[in-house]
């Protein structure tokens, strides 16, 4: 059974960093992606970064691109977010989904496209 349990987020001032944490289960073996998604209140779930676990191929939203990276070491996968904005506050949710290889930009940051979440984690960055 698959599993993903998120750690890390918490609140910071602008210009300052959060590092989140994700922990899969379930996956051994078998070829996924894993990324992260936020959404903020009344608005829709986005993607913010996305890799393959296979290849390492990494993708980001235009929206955090040069100020998140996404990292994985065994069945971990981090999200190092700097130089935090007030409107990267959201619920952020870890994501994974069976497969790998290339895939569109648009596809990838595509929640729909996701199997399996875990439970989120809130940031909030104050100006």
């Known amino acids: 059974q698959v599993q993903l349990v998120e750690s890390g987020g918490g609140s910071v001032q602008a210009g300052g960093s959060l590092r989140l944490s994700c922990a899969s289960s379930?996956?051994?073996?078998?070829?996924?992606?894993m990324g992260w998604f936020r959404q903020a209140p009344g608005k829709e779930r986005e993607g913010v970064a996305v890799i393959d676990t296979v290849y390492g191929v990494t993708s980001y939203s235009d929206s955090v691109k040069g100020r998140f990276t996404i990292s994985r070491d065994n069945a971990k996968n981090t999200l190092q977010m700097n130089s935090l904005k007030p409107e990267d506050t959201a619920m952020y949710y870890c994501?994974?989904?069976?497969?790998?290889?290339?895939?569109?930009?648009?596809?990838?940051?595509?929640?729909?496209?996701?199997?399996?979440w875990g439970q989120g984690t809130q940031v909030t960055v104050s100006s």
């Open positions: 379930g996956y051994a073996g078998s070829p996924y992606f």
């Open positions: 994501a994974a989904t069976p497969g790998s290889g290339p895939r569109p930009v648009a596809w990838l940051l595509n929640s729909n496209n996701y199997r399996d």
